[in-house]
């Protein structure tokens, strides 16, 4: 059996003359309860980010300023996504390997996820993620 590579997340913009507002509510728009929010800044378009999948945790990528790219995979199905506005996300379950990269000089890259850090739970070598990834499609 399969399961979500990732879906597509489109944000309401509630802005007016006075300004733009995006507003993303954890268990609302975002499809878990928000354990954690980074931000990556000052990366280029040399510069490759992630590069991991993750065991518990899933997250939400939002550009709010700039572009990127997220390439994302499951072994098997691979789709690269670009995210260039701000009132738009990506959703990434657990268990995706992700690679963001070819960011924008202005790029500010939003990342909300559903666990507190664990560095334990991370696949970083891509070659056992997918003996993992083999092993836990056979289950679900």
Do not use: C
Not at 62 to 88: A, F, H, Q, W
Not at 93 to 106: A, L, Q, R, T, V
Not at 112 to 117: E, I, K, N, V
């Amino acid at each position: 059996m399969t399961h979500e590579l990732y879906r597509k997340l489109q944000f309401a913009d509630l802005g007016d003359d006075r300004g733009k507002l995006v507003v993303a509510e954890g268990e609302l728009d975002i499809p878990f309860r928000i354990e954690r929010v980074f931000y990556i800044y000052g990366s280029d378009d040399t510069v490759v980010r992630g590069q991991h999948a993750n065991r518990e945790s899933e997250f939400v990528l939002i550009n709010v300023s700039g572009s990127s790219k997220v390439m994302i995979t499951d072994g098997t199905n691979k789709e690269i996504v670009e995210l260039n506005r701000p009132m738009e996300g990506v959703y990434i379950p657990k268990m995706i390997w992700k690679e963001m990269y070819d960011f924008s000089p202005d790029s500010v890259l939003l990342v909300l996820a559903s666990t507190h850090y664990d560095g334990s739970e991370y696949i970083r070598d891509y070659d056992r993620y997918l003996k993992e990834i083999s092993k836990y499609n056979a289950r679900t």
